[in-house]
């Protein structure tokens, strides 16, 4: 920061990893403000990590001329990506996560408790009838 207080933004050639970042780094990002870093980062730590770059167009305010500008300053380690154990994480947990939600963690949750804990993802997914969108956005965060 400079005398004015203000964020020095990203220069062409630098860039920063949107699961590592904090909000301070974020906020180097062009278009990005100190509310929008924090969204971002709320939405990182409510997905346990971003997966694909295309998730920033989901957090609130985020739109597309922004998403365009600070697509050339980041990159995405998702080595440190946090998934859901669908058989042990509880109802509040399941519901906070974006692509969860109430309705759908309620139904986790009684099927486990009906049936025992489920073998995969995918099976948990096809026992659900979660629609092929919802599947393609969830699975990469479910593991038993």
């Known amino acids: 920061m ?3 207080g203000r964020i ?5 050639g630098q860039r920063i ?14 278009g990005v403000g100190a509310a929008t870093a924090r ?6 730590r409510r997905l346990g990590g971003f997966i694909r770059t295309d998730q ?12 365009e500008v600070v697509l050339k300053y980041v990159t995405l380690d998702t080595s440190k990506v ?8 509880d109802l509040e947990a399941l519901a906070d996560h974006p692509y969860v939600g109430w309705a759908l963690a309620k139904k986790i949750l009684a099927y486990r408790r ?13 026992q659900l009838d979660v629609d092929a969108i919802a599947r393609r956005r969830l699975l990469p965060y479910c593991t038993r």
Do not use: C
């Open 2 to 4: 400079g005398d004015s």
């Open 8 to 12: 020095q933004k990203l220069q062409s």
């Open 17 to 30: 990893d949107l699961n590592h970042a904090d909000t301070l780094a974020l906020r180097r990002l062009r």
């Open 39 to 44: 969204r971002i980062a709320d939405y990182r």
């Open 56 to 67: 920033l167009l989901e957090v609130y305010g985020m739109d597309t001329l922004t998403f």
């Open 82 to 89: 946090i998934p859901l154990d669908i058989n042990t994480t």
């Open 114 to 126: 009906q049936h025992g804990p489920y073998t995969s993802g995918s099976d948990m997914l096809r």
